[in-house]
C-alpha cells in the first residue's frame, strides 16, 4: 500500500497555527513571505520512529484560505510509487533519445481545482516535481489563462510541463509563447534547456462534437459537420511551425531547447457515422504526437493510412473556419465553452477521486 507522503491543510490564521503545532508536536514550521503565497512549510520530524521510514517522516504545509476558494479542504497526497513505476518502465525509451529526449515520458496533473489560480498551480507543479523526482515526468497544467504564467515559470524552473485542455489556436499560440519565454529564462539563469522537454495538448474530437450541436441548432450546413476539429488542429500546427522557428528560436535551439510538440488529445471518433480513424488520418505530420485509446489504435492499425496529412491543404482549413463564421457559429465561443467545461470536467473527476478515497476511509473505520 502506498503511504501518506505530504500534506496540505488551509489556515485562517498562519501564526495561530504555527504555534500550535509547534507546541503540540515540536514541528519545525517556517511562515514563507507573500512571494509564495504566504504559505507555511512543515517538517514534522527529522526522522521517522519506524525503521524503514524515509527521512524526513510526513511533511507538508498550510495554505491561507481563500473566500474566492470555498471548495479548499485538507488533503493528502499519497506517495507516488505507481508514477514512479511508470517513469521507471518507460526510462529506458527516454535514456535511448539521449539529449533532448523526447519520448519515455509520463504526465502527472496538477489538481485542476487550481487552474485559475497561477501561484498554486506553479507551487503545486514544483512540489509533485519534486515528488515524483523522476527526469521524465511531465506535470500537466490546464492551459487556462490563469495557467499561462504558471507554465513559463515551471518551464523557467526547468521543470517539464504537459499543458493540457488547449481547444483554441489563440490560446495554443499563447501557451507556445509562454514555453518559449520559460525556456529562454531558464537559459539566462544557467540551466540546461536540453534536459526538458513540453507538449501542447490540443484536443480535437471535442470540438467537432460541439460545433456539430451548434451547427443542429440553427439547420442546414451539414456539409460543415465534422470539419472544423480538423482544420483547427491544422492551423494549430502551422502555429507550431512559426513559433519554434526563426533567428530568436534558433539561439535557443542552439543551446539545446527543443520545440512543444502539438499532442494531439481526445482523438476517438464520438460520431459513429464518422470515420473511426479520421483524428489519426488526417493529423499525420513531422515532430508530433496523438494520444489514442486502444480502440483507435486497433482499428488504425486494422485500417488505417498512413501518410503526412497534417499540412496538406492549410487554406482549405482557414476556409472551413470562414465557413463556420458565415453560418452564424461564434468560433470564440466554441472554443471558450470548451475550455471552461474541460476544466470543469477534470476537476469534478479530481473531486471524485478525493471522494471514492474518504470513503474507503470512512468504511475501514466504521469496521
Not at 233 to 248: D, H, I, P
Not at 260 to 285: F, H, M
Not at 324 to 346: Q, S
Request: proline content about 5%; aromatic content about 8%.
Amino acid at each position: 500500500m502506498n503511504p501518506v507522503v505530504h500534506f496540505e491543510m488551509p489556515y485562517d490564521d498562519g501564526p495561530r497555527i504555527a504555534r500550535f503545532y509547534q507546541a503540540a508536536f515540536q514541528w519545525k514550521l517556517q511562515t514563507m513571505g507573500p512571494e509564495m503565497g504566504n504559505y507555511v512549510l512543515a517538517t514534522t520530524a527529522e526522522e521517522d520512529a519506524r525503521p524503514d521510514a524515509p527521512r524526513g517522516a510526513i511533511n507538508g504545509g498550510f495554505f491561507p484560505r481563500s473566500a474566492d476558494m470555498p471548495g479548499q479542504h485538507p488533503s493528502v497526497v499519497i506517495a507516488v510509487r505507481d508514477i514512479q513505476a511508470a517513469c521507471d518502465l518507460l526510462r529506458p525509451v527516454w535514456d535511448e533519445a539521449g539529449e533532448n529526449a523526447r519520448d519515455g515520458w509520463v504526465s502527472l496533473e496538477v489538481d485542476p481545482n487550481l487552474a485559475h489560480d497561477t501561484q498554486a498551480t506553479t507551487d503545486e507543479a514544483k512540489r509533485l516535481h519534486a515528488l515524483v523526482d523522476r527526469p521524465n515526468v511531465f506535470i500537466k497544467i490546464p492551459a487556462t489563462r490563469e495557467g499561462l504564467s504558471a507554465i513559463e515559470e515551471t518551464i523557467a524552473a526547468g521543470i517539464p510541463v504537459n499543458v493540457t485542455l488547449i481547444f483554441s489556436l489563440q490560446r495554443h499560440r499563447e501557451v507556445a509563447e509562454a514555453y518559449v519565454r520559460g525556456v529562454k529564462r531558464l537559459v539566462e539563469s544557467g540551466g540546461d534547456p536540453s534536459t526538458i522537454a513540453s507538449v501542447a495538448s490540443f484536443f480535437v474530437s471535442r470540438v467537432d462534437t460541439e460545433a456539430d450541436k451548434r451547427l443542429d441548432a440553427i439547420g442546414g450546413h451539414d456539409e460543415l459537420k465534422g470539419t472544423l476539429a480538423i482544420a483547427n488542429a491544422k492551423l494549430a500546427y502551422e502555429t507550431y511551425n512559426e513559433v519554434f522557428s526563426g533567428r530568436a528560436w534558433d539561439e535557443l535551439a542552439k543551446a539545446g531547447a527543443t520545440p512543444q510538440r502539438c499532442l494531439w488529445a481526445s482523438t476517438s471518433t464520438k460520431n459513429p457515422e464518422y470515420r473511426d480513424v479520421i483524428y489519426v488520418e488526417e493529423l499525420i505530420g513531422p515532430d508530433t504526437v496523438n494520444t489514442m485509446p486502444r480502440e483507435t489504435v486497433e482499428a488504425f492499425q486494422d485500417h488505417g493510412n498512413a501518410a503526412r496529412t497534417l499540412d496538406q491543404d492549410v487554406e482549405g482549413a482557414r476556409r472551413t473556419l470562414q465557413a463556420f463564421a458565415d453560418a452564424g457559429i461564434d468560433y470564440d465561443d466554441v472554443v471558450d465553452t470548451l475550455e471552461r467545461e474541460g476544466v470543469e470536467k477534470f476537476a469534478k473527476s479530481f473531486q471524485q477521486l478525493f471522494a471514492d478515497v474518504e470513503a474507503k476511509r470512512d468504511s475501514l473505520v466504521a469496521a
